[in-house]
């Protein structure tokens, strides 16, 4: 529409100096013409600016020289407003980025906890709350990304880095930080009508200094770590050695024990039955032995060399 409103004015521009023409030359068709191509390109103006286009992703608050601010944004489409009495501002309600780094010469300072000095980049994903476009558009206006969000940003990050130390911001702290500034963040911009979506700390800089002493300190730690990997392993090699002896040592107790009550037990049975003794007399006898003892009541000896001669 705007391509009209500027045909419009040209229109009116060439009617005037055709008329300012005519009437230095006294010349009633030129004054007409000019006349007629004023009211045409007035009329071409008037009507281009009745309507508004607002475009994909976007809402139009209308102001109304009368009644201020209208509480209901325009949605996207073709609208029809009151020309001159009726202003549409267009507002963004798409998803937005808002990067403060030192590529971009907008790195945020901070303080930690020790007072070292601390650089941030950080990327901010935020939008405008579409049924609330008309109530920012009052409060703070179409400047809202510098006006608000940027110190926002810039406040939350410096206090929350202040309760920090500077070696936990870059190992085990940095995502209890980066999801503190989030909350934060999202809690202080709703009040504005601005829906934070995400924050991503994307570079925390310590000073060199303490970045070096922090890796000799881990360094010195996983050592540290080694060192007692290599007791715990020798600990348990000597457990194990002491339990293989322990057991070692039953299980000779145990032997032990069985052949003792196993002699025992053949002790009993041979004075409960002193036979058995003669008979494994006799059993271990060797062929080459020609004497045989028999257990009679004569106790006498055969001689077995004179029975097998003659």
Not at 201 to 219: G, N, S
Not at 252 to 280: S, T, V, Y
Request: glycine share 8%; no cysteine; proline share 3%.
């Amino acid at each position: 529409m705007t391509v009209f409103v500027l045909v419009g004015i040209v229109v009116i521009v060439a009617g005037l100096a055709l008329l300012v023409q005519g009437i230095q030359g006294q010349q009633r068709k030129a004054q007409s013409l000019g006349g007629l191509l004023m009211v045409a390109g007035a009329a071409v103006a008037v009507l281009a600016s009745a309507f508004v286009v607002v475009p994909a992703g976007n809402v139009g608050v209308v102001f109304n020289i009368f009644g201020g601010v209208q509480s209901r944004p325009l949605g996207e489409g073709l609208h029809i407003v009151l020309p001159v009495l009726q202003q549409v501002t267009l507002y963004d309600v798409r998803q937005q980025e808002l990067t403060l780094a030192a590529a971009t010469g907008d790195k945020i300072n901070a303080r930690s906890a020790e007072g070292l000095e601390i650089d941030v980049d950080v990327t901010v994903l935020f939008q405008v709350i579409r049924d609330s476009a008309p109530k920012l558009h009052q409060d703070i206006g179409p400047l809202y990304e510098a006006i608000r969000i940027r110190p926002e940003v810039r406040s939350q990050i410096r206090d929350g880095i202040s309760e920090y130390r500077a070696a936990d911001l870059i190992s085990v702290k940095r995502a209890e930080l980066q999801q503190r500034i989030q909350n934060n963040l999202v809690e202080s911009l709703q009040r504005d009508n601005i829906r934070v979506l995400n924050v991503l700390l994307r570079d925390v800089r310590i000073p060199e200094t303490i970045t070096q002493a922090i890796e000799e300190k881990q360094a010195a730690e996983q050592q540290v770590e080694v060192e007692e990997n290599r007791r715990r392993q020798a600990e348990i090699a000597a457990q194990r050695r002491v339990i293989e002896a322990e057991g070692e040592r039953d299980a000779q107790i145990a032997r032990a024990e069985g052949e003792a009550q196993a002699l025992a037990l053949r002790g009993e049975a041979l004075r409960a039955n002193p036979e058995i003794i003669q008979l494994e007399v006799a059993q271990r006898l060797a062929p080459s032995i020609q004497t045989i003892m028999l257990p009679t009541d004569g106790n006498f000896l055969l001689d077995v060399r004179g029975l097998i001669g003659r």
